[in-house]
């Protein structure tokens, strides 16, 4: 079954490490781009970071880079969003996206989405 699954979501304190994983199916995995958007409350969704398969090709929105780390793991099927340091503003629903063509940070260019981990950044 074509499918992502997130997870590693929660409450956490400014200042605090998470690590979010998306797991990837095998039929999607192989030769394509994954990458981890977040929706925060009362905002358009937006791109976070994203990785390819294949290459090992990496990209991130500019203003989260120093904080925001995308790794894969090609023997589990999963790409993890380390975040440190977190902040309040970073309170969203992340979620991650299978795309074929264009390791971009737009959401167009993904096609198959997970159900969303909420992340909750407060003291």
């Known amino acids: 079954q074509d499918q992502l699954m997130e997870s590693g979501g929660g409450s956490v304190q400014p200042g605090g490490f998470l690590r979010l994983s998306c797991e990837v199916s095998?039929?999607?995995?192989?030769?394509?781009?994954v990458a981890w958007f977040r929706q925060r409350p009362g905002k358009e969704r937006e791109g976070v970071a994203s990785?390819?398969?294949?290459?090992?090709?990496?990209r991130y929105a500019d203003y989260l880079k120093p904080r925001f780390t995308i790794t894969r793991y090609d023997a589990r099927r999963t790409v993890d969003l380390h975040i440190r340091d977190l902040k309040t503003e970073d309170t969203a629903v992340y979620y991650c996206?299978?795309?074929?063509?264009?390791?971009?940070?737009?959401?167009?260019?993904?096609?198959?989405w997970g159900q969303g981990t909420q992340v909750t950044v407060s003291s």
């Open positions: 095998a039929s999607l995995y192989k030769n394509s781009c």
């Open positions: 996206a299978r795309g074929q063509y264009a390791c971009s940070i737009v959401q167009s260019d993904y096609n198959v």
């Open positions: 990785t390819d398969t294949y290459t090992g090709e990496k």
